[in-house]
């Protein structure tokens, strides 16, 4: 699962350094540093996600049957 968000936070990165450097006229330098930053927060929220324990649902009761 780490690759995968690894993948798609480079992607994600990658579509905020474009927007930057072409829509809003970023420099090249400030729209690499989007491109970390944006890739790494997308990866590291992702992972963490990943991570937080799910509950197990309880299990059917079953009542003693008298005989």
């Given at each position: 699962?780490?690759?995968i968000a690894t993948l798609f936070g480079g992607i ?56």
């Open positions: 699962m780490a690759i994600i990165g990658f579509v905020s350094f474009l927007t930057a450097l072409l829509a809003f006229d970023a420099t090249f330098l400030a729209a690499c540093g989007i491109y970390m930053a944006s890739g790494l927060i997308t990866t590291a929220c992702m992972i963490a996600f990943v991570l937080i324990p799910v509950r197990a649902d309880k299990p059917d009761q079953q009542n003693a049957l008298s005989a």
